[in-house]
């Protein structure tokens, strides 16, 4: 009798990792995106900044600021994202202790398993790995 239910209850476990690991990558994918926009941007501020200022004119200088402002907005949609993986990591921590606690008042065996931390490894482990910036030089 208890077997059909512990089968279902894995099968929505699984269901729930894929779905996770799923919003996750689509996370990342937005984030590699606005990395490269912001690399791309960096690097034509650089160059119009290599210019001297003597020989800009108002619209380069215009030009400038816009740069500068495109990657200001983009530093921080990047950190809007990295902000909603954090809540939904802490979402889904609380969703595995609501599930932990169901499956014991079901006598199912489950325990939560580890996190698709697939971000920790991009950008290097919370305790500080290594990241590779723009120019492809590693910190950390």
């Known amino acids: 009798e208890n077997e059909p239910n512990q089968s279902w209850f894995n099968l929505v476990l699984e269901k729930n990792?894929?779905?996770?690991?799923?919003?996750?990558?689509?996370?990342?994918?937005?984030?590699?995106?606005?990395?490269?926009?912001?690399?791309?941007?960096?690097?034509?501020?650089?160059?119009?900044?290599?210019?001297?200022?003597?020989?800009?004119?108002?619209?380069?200088?215009?030009?400038?600021?816009?740069?500068?402002?495109?990657?200001?907005?983009t530093v921080e949609r990047r950190d809007a994202l990295v902000s909603l993986l954090d809540e939904q990591r802490l979402r889904e921590q609380d969703e595995d202790r609501d599930l932990e606690s169901l499956s014991r008042g079901y006598e199912l065996h489950w325990s939560p398993g580890q996190s698709l931390a697939l971000w920790d490894q991009l950008e290097g482990s919370e305790s500080g790995g290594p990241r590779v910036d723009c120019l492809g030089a590693t910190s950390g």
Do not use: G, V
Request: glycine share 0%; proline share 0%.
């Open 17 to 73: 990792r894929l779905d996770r690991y799923e919003s996750e990558l689509m996370i990342i994918a937005q984030e590699l995106e606005l990395q490269d926009t912001q690399c791309r941007l960096q690097q034509e501020l650089r160059r119009r900044m290599a210019i001297e200022d003597t020989r800009k004119s108002a619209e380069d200088r215009q030009a400038e600021e816009e740069l500068l402002s495109e990657i200001t907005r």
